[in-house]
């Protein structure tokens, strides 16, 4: 069984800074690896997409690299801003179905 | 449509009543997922359905639950007889198919009192 896990489960930095969330899985048998950020009360938004075959995606100020045969993921994040609070969550998608087995998440707050 | 649309956004509902939650996908998405967040918890994958393909019900957590679509468009998770443990938010994403980047609706809040 697939499972998925954030560290850290919260972080709080002060605005400018770099960061770098982490995910790790025990399954590599992945098709893809998707990130996301949820905002509170509200769904999720895709933030970036890697393949399997893949090993990163850029998106602005963010980048997300994928080593599969260690099962590990990481979300940098450069020059964060407040606008950057939000829970990150990532997410595998395993099997024939593609499901999509997620993380826990982690809280982020950026301070002024 | 734009994006993944999600009726009702609020439900609150008495125990022991019938709700049904109603998900659009965008517009030529085969593969759509149900989701149901508890507060403060992750995501627990429902249920998927692709194409005319026979659903993978395996993550729905009792007889209760149900879903279903017509073709490749909207889709309805119905729980019957709604019990406190059933509140949470409820998230419905579509992917164009298999293994492509999943959209999410902004969810349907229910509330069993």
């Known amino acids: 069984k697939q499972e998925v896990t954030q560290i850290p489960a919260a972080l709080s930095v002060p605005e400018g800074e770099n960061l770098v969330l982490n995910c790790s899985f025990t399954?590599?048998?992945?098709?893809?690896l998707q990130w996301f950020r949820q905002d509170p009360g509200k769904g999720l938004t895709s933030l970036l997409l890697?393949?399997?075959?893949?090993r990163e995606q850029t998106s602005g100020r963010l980048n997300a690299s994928l080593d599969k045969s260690s099962g590990r993921s990481t979300l940098y994040i450069a020059a964060s801003q407040p606008g950057d609070s939000a829970t990150y969550l990532c997410?595998?998608?395993?099997?024939?179905?593609?499901?999509?087995?997620f993380g826990t998440g982690t809280r982020l707050q950026v301070t002024l | 449509g734009a994006g993944v649309s999600q009726s009702p956004s609020n439900k609150v509902t008495e125990k022991g009543k019938d709700v049904e939650l109603r998900c659009d996908p965008i517009?030529?998405?085969?593969?759509l997922y149900w989701y149901r967040q508890r507060l403060g918890q992750g995501l627990e994958f429902l249920i998927y359905?692709?194409?005319?393909?026979?659903?993978?019900k395996s993550g729905l957590p009792s007889d209760r639950f149900s879903a279903e679509r017509t073709g490749e468009s909207v889709s309805t998770l119905t729980i019957q007889r709604t019990q406190q443990e059933d509140s949470a938010v409820y998230l419905c994403?579509?992917?164009?198919?298999?293994?492509?980047?999943?959209?999410f609706g902004q969810g349907t809040r229910l509330t069993v009192v």
């Open positions: 994403a579509s992917t164009s198919q298999a293994y492509t980047e999943a959209f």
């Open positions: 399954d590599s048998a992945i098709y893809n």
């Open positions: 890697i393949q399997s075959s893949q």
């Open positions: 997410a595998v998608a395993t099997g024939t179905a593609s499901k999509l087995t």
């Open positions: 517009s030529g998405h085969t593969a």
């Open positions: 359905f692709q194409g005319n393909s026979a659903p993978d």
